[in-house]
């Protein structure tokens, strides 16, 4: 297995459970804010998992996405700096139920989602990216695994206006561009391209990622819903 790393991102609401899940595993590291609770980040600290305390940019963009990208490529900064080839990145408000299958299911990976929404599956939202979108047909970014030079790339930028396009979204369409791969979502398209999912590997090993926030069940959620993976 490559030496695998782990960016916690964002807030430490849920810094018990989350601990919970990480305790004792090897290169996490928690990357929040330096305005968090000092309780949450000694607790944190107290279970062998490293802080990261960055300041917040000053704006935020749509759906706090400069907060997700900037946490995130500092987290990915400090692995890197450890020697870490492939890294996780993954939220402050989400459990895993056996880390040890779910991170020997990505080891090697060069980017991996947990799945692809289908195009025209929901009709609430229109965006462009290159081409006009219709729905919620982009990668989830709950989850993200790859190889960390390829990570550092997708997360390396930051918006100056409100594009009322998904986080998610313009995430894929840094990395895509940043590669020089045409950006295209069509599921068969991004296999062929070095992108891949996880979701099948979680059904099949009975892992269970829990999303606290929102109190749901994230495979289940995907399997049930219309996703490709």
């Given at each position: 297995?490559?030496?695998?790393?782990?960016?916690?991102?964002?807030?430490?609401?849920?810094?018990?459970?989350?601990?919970?899940?990480?305790?004792?595993?090897?290169?996490?590291?928690?990357?929040?804010?330096?305005?968090?609770?000092?309780?949450?980040?000694?607790?944190?600290?107290?279970?062998?998992?490293?802080?990261?305390?960055?300041?917040?940019?000053?704006?935020?963009?749509?759906?706090?996405?400069?907060?997700?990208?900037?946490?995130?490529?500092?987290?990915?900064?400090?692995?890197?700096?450890?020697?870490?080839?492939?890294?996780?990145?993954?939220?402050?408000?989400?459990?895993?139920?056996?880390?040890?299958?779910?991170?020997?299911?990505?080891s090697g990976r060069r980017i991996c989602f947990l799945a692809l929404s289908n195009v025209d599956v929901r009709k609430d939202i229109t965006y462009e990216l290159e081409y006009i979108h219709e729905g919620h047909d982009y990668p989830s970014d709950n989850l993200i695994y790859g190889n960390i030079d390829d990570m550092l790339m997708m997360f390396n930028f930051?918006?100056?206006?409100?594009?009322?396009?998904?986080?998610?979204?313009?995430?894929?369409?840094?990395?895509?561009?940043?590669?020089?791969?045409?950006?295209?979502?069509?599921?068969?398209?991004?296999?062929?391209?070095?992108?891949?999912?996880?979701?099948?590997?979680?059904?099949?090993?009975?892992?269970?990622?829990?999303?606290?926030?929102?109190?749901?069940?994230?495979?289940?959620?995907?399997?049930?819903?219309?996703?490709?993976?």
């Amino acid at each position: 297995m490559s030496k695998q790393g782990v960016v916690i991102q964002g807030p430490t609401n849920f810094y018990k459970e989350v601990c919970e899940t990480w305790e004792g595993w090897p290169n996490v590291v928690w990357s929040t804010w330096d305005d968090e609770p000092q309780e949450n980040i000694d607790y944190i600290r107290s279970k062998n998992i490293d802080v990261l305390l960055n300041k917040k940019p000053e704006f935020a963009g749509y759906l706090n996405i400069n907060y997700q990208l900037l946490s995130t490529f500092n987290g990915l900064q400090f692995l890197q700096a450890r020697g870490i080839k492939e890294a996780l990145k993954t939220r402050g408000d989400h459990t895993i139920s056996s880390v040890k299958d779910f991170l020997e299911s990505l080891s090697g990976r060069r980017i991996c989602f947990l799945a692809l929404s289908n195009v025209d599956v929901r009709k609430d939202i229109t965006y462009e990216l290159e081409y006009i979108h219709e729905g919620h047909d982009y990668p989830s970014d709950n989850l993200i695994y790859g190889n960390i030079d390829d990570m550092l790339m997708m997360f390396n930028f930051q918006t100056d206006k409100i594009y009322n396009i998904p986080p998610e979204a313009m995430i894929v369409y840094n990395y895509m561009v940043s590669m020089g791969i045409k950006f295209d979502l069509d599921f068969n398209y991004l296999l062929r391209n070095g992108v891949s999912f996880v979701l099948r590997d979680c059904i099949n090993k009975g892992i269970k990622i829990h999303w606290l926030k929102h109190n749901k069940e994230l495979i289940q959620s995907y399997d049930n819903e219309e996703f490709k993976f």
